[in-house]
C-alpha cells in the first residue's frame, strides 16, 4: 500500500496533512485530516483570533479522555497566545466555521513525558475531533451587509427613532437562538438610546424601511462573556437577518403628498364638513390591511370632529373634490402602541386618498345659470306642472341618471313633495328653456341612506336641468276653479235626473264636460279622475254615496281648511 504526506507552510507553520490510511509511524509533528470544509468560508483562524469550538479527546486505542460536548459548551480561548497545548494552537489555525479536523497531537506538542495525573499518561499521543464555532478577534468591528435596498429611501434611521423590524438571530456556526418571524411580531424598540445591545443600536441607524441587512457583531458588541443566560452561549458573536419595516419619532407630524390636484378647486374641505373619500391603506412597508375599494363603497365621515385617528382628521383638511393625497400618520396620531385588528402597535399608517365629495350640514342648494332666454316673464312656482331634462351626477362626476337616456321629460307638479327638495328649489323661479346647475348637499336630497344601488348614501348631486315646459297651476289649496261665473243653480245642473241627489257618474260626468268646454280646470300633472273623485268624497258629508242639496257647497263657502271642494 503506498502512503502520501503533503507538506504545508500554513501561516507560517509547518503542518502534515494526512492524505490516506497509513501504518502507525512514529510522529513528531501535528497531523490534520480536514473532515469537512464548507463552501464558504469568510474568515480563517489567525493567531490571536478568540475561538470556540467544540472537540472529543482520544488515545490511539479510541479511549476518550475528555469531551467538550459532555460538558454541554464550547471551549472558548485566545489561538497562539499559550492558552492552549502547542498542537491544538498550531491545528486551529486555518479554520474556517463550521469546519471539522481530525488532528493528531505528538507528546512533544501535548503533555510530554509528564502527563496529566489520572488523565493523560506520560508520552501518550492524543486524537482531537474538533468543530469549530465561533471567531472573533478584539480588533473585529461590526460587519454589516446590505442585500436589499429599496428604490426608494425618502428617510433613514437616526438616533432616537422608534422602529419595527423582524430578524432571525443565529450564532456564527448557523444556529438559530431566536426569530421575531417565529412570534409573528416585530421587535419595537427605540434606537440609540440603549435598549438594544451595543453592535445592534449601531447597525440599525441609516436603514431605509425595506432595507434587509445581515449583521454580524462580536460578542464585546454584543451578549460579552455572559451571554443571555439561555440560548446565546457566552463570548459568541451573533448575526442577524434583519428587515426594517417601519420607523419613526416621536416628534414627527403627518405628512400629506399631493398626488393629484384638480385645475379647478372652489372650496376646500374644513372642520365640521361631512367628507365621502375612498382610500388604501397599507402599513410603511407596504403591507396592505384595509380599503374602501375593496368594500364598493366610500368611507363617509364628519372631520374635525374626532370621529377619525387624530392624523387623518388633519390630513383631510384642505383637500378639494376629486383631488388624490397621500396621508403618512405616525402611531402617535394613529393607533399607538396597541394597535388595532390588522394593524399593529406602533405602527405607521400610509393612506392613499381619493376625495369624492363633501358637504356641510349648513349647505343650501346652490343654483347656477347656465342659459336664459332673452324673453323670461312667467316663472315657475309652487302648483305648476313643469317638463324638463336632466342629466344627474355625483360630485366626482360619477354619472347617475339622465332623462335624455329614455327620450322623454321628467314630469312633476312643483311643492307636491315629488321630487327630493333640493330639486323642488331648484326648479322655482324657472322659465321655458331656462337652463341650471343645481347642487344638493345630502339632507336635501337622498339623505344618509340615499338610493340602494342607484344613489350613494350622504352623496352631493348634481343636476344639469333645462325647463322644457310649463303648465301654470291652480291657487295654492285649489284642485278645481271655475273659468267665470259659477251657475247660481249648479246644484240642480249637475242632478241631472233631479231626484234631489248627486251620485258619483253624474258629479264626474258634470265636471269633466265642464273642464272640456274650457269652463272649469283641474290641477294640472294629477290623475283627473283622482281628483274628481277626492272632490266627491269632501261634497259627500255622511259617506253615504251621494250627495244632497244640503251637503252641497261653492269653495268661498267653505272654510279655509277644504281645499277640493267646488
Request: charged share 20%; aromatic share 10%.
Amino acid at each position: 500500500m503506498v502512503c502520501t504526506f503533503t507538506f504545508m507552510l500554513l501561516l507560517g507553520l509547518s503542518v502534515t496533512f494526512v492524505a490516506c490510511n497509513a501504518p502507525p509511524v512514529p510522529l513528531d509533528d501535528v497531523a490534520i485530516e480536514r473532515q469537512f470544509v464548507p463552501a464558504e468560508c469568510p474568515r480563517i483562524v489567525k493567531e490571536g483570533d478568540f475561538v470556540r469550538y467544540h472537540y472529543l479527546g482520544t488515545f490511539p486505542d479510541g479511549t476518550q479522555f475528555d469531551s467538550s460536548y459532555d460538558r454541554g459548551s464550547t471551549y472558548n480561548v485566545f489561538v497562539g497566545k499559550g492558552q492552549l497545548i502547542p498542537g491544538i494552537d498550531k491545528a486551529l489555525l486555518g479554520m474556517c466555521v463550521n469546519e471539522r479536523r481530525f488532528v493528531k497531537v505528538p507528546p512533544n506538542l501535548a503533555y510530554g513525558s509528564e502527563g496529566v495525573a489520572g488523565t493523560i499518561p506520560p508520552d501518550a499521543i492524543l486524537h482531537f475531533d474538533v468543530l469549530m464555532m465561533d471567531i472573533w478577534n478584539p480588533a473585529d468591528e461590526l460587519q454589516i451587509q446590505t442585500y436589499q435596498m429599496p428604490e426608494n429611501c425618502n428617510r433613514k434611521v437616526q438616533v432616537s427613532d422608534f422602529v419595527r423590524y423582524h430578524y432571525n438571530g443565529t450564532l456564527l456556526d448557523g444556529t438559530l437562538f431566536d426569530s421575531s418571524h417565529n412570534r409573528l411580531q416585530t421587535y419595537n424598540t427605540y434606537v440609540g438610546i440603549g435598549w438594544l445591545i451595543p453592535g445592534m443600536d449601531q447597525a440599525l441607524i441609516g436603514m431605509c424601511v425595506g432595507e434587509k441587512r445581515f449583521i454580524t457583531i462580536p460578542p464585546f458588541l454584543a451578549y460579552r462573556e455572559e451571554g443571555d443566560g439561555k440560548d446565546i452561549p457566552p463570548q459568541a458573536s451573533v448575526v442577524f437577518d434583519v428587515a426594517l419595516l417601519d420607523l419613526h419619532n416621536t416628534k414627527d407630524s403627518i405628512a400629506v403628498e399631493k398626488l393629484f390636484v384638480p385645475e379647478t378647486c372652489e372650496r376646500r374641505t374644513k372642520p365640521g364638513d361631512f367628507v365621502r373619500y375612498h382610500y388604501n391603506g397599507t402599513l410603511l412597508d407596504g403591507t396592505f390591511f384595509d380599503s374602501s375599494y375593496s368594500r364598493n363603497r366610500t368611507y363617509d365621515v364628519y372631520i374635525g370632529k374626532g370621529y377619525v385617528i387624530d392624523g387623518m382628521d388633519e390630513g383631510l383638511l384642505g383637500v378639494c373634490i376629486g383631488e388624490k393625497l397621500r396621508i403618512t400618520i405616525p402611531p402617535h396620531l394613529g393607533y399607538g402602541e396597541e394597535g388595532t385588528g390588522k394593524i399593529p402597535g406602533s405602527a405607521v399608517l400610509v393612506f392613499d386618498i381619493h376625495m369624492i365629495d363633501f358637504h356641510n350640514p349648513s349647505d343650501t342648494v346652490q343654483i347656477k345659470t347656465t342659459y336664459k332666454p332673452d324673453t323670461c316673464s312667467v316663472l315657475t312656482k309652487k302648483g305648476d306642472f313643469v317638463k324638463y331634462h336632466f342629466n344627474a351626477s355625483l360630485m366626482d362626476g360619477t354619472s347617475l341618471d339622465s332623462t335624455h337616456n329614455y327620450g322623454k321629460t321628467y314630469n312633476i307638479v312643483l311643492g307636491s313633495g315629488q321630487v327630493v327638495l333640493g330639486m323642488d328649489i331648484g326648479l322655482h323661479d324657472m322659465c321655458i328653456g331656462e337652463k341650471r346647475t343645481v347642487i344638493i348637499p345630502p339632507h336635501l336630497g337622498y339623505g344618509e341612506q340615499g338610493i340602494d344601488g342607484e344613489v350613494p348614501g350622504s352623496a352631493v348631486l348634481i343636476f344639469d336641468i333645462e325647463l322644457v315646459e310649463l303648465v301654470e297651476g291652480l291657487p295654492e289649496g285649489y284642485m278645481f276653479i271655475w273659468n267665470g261665473e259659477v251657475s247660481s243653480d249648479l246644484f240642480n245642473e249637475i242632478d241631472q235626473n233631479h231626484d234631489g241627489e248627486i251620485l258619483p257618474d253624474e258629479f264626474s260626468g258634470y265636471i269633466s264636460q265642464q273642464v272640456s268646454l274650457g269652463r272649469g280646470k283641474l290641477a294640472p300633472g294629477f290623475d283627473p279622475l283622482k281628483i274628481i273623485a277626492n272632490m266627491f268624497t269632501n261634497q259627500d258629508r255622511n259617506g253615504d254615496g251621494k250627495i244632497t242639496e244640503e251637503e252641497f257647497k261653492l269653495k268661498d263657502e267653505e272654510s279655509k281648511e277644504a281645499h277640493d271642494e267646488l
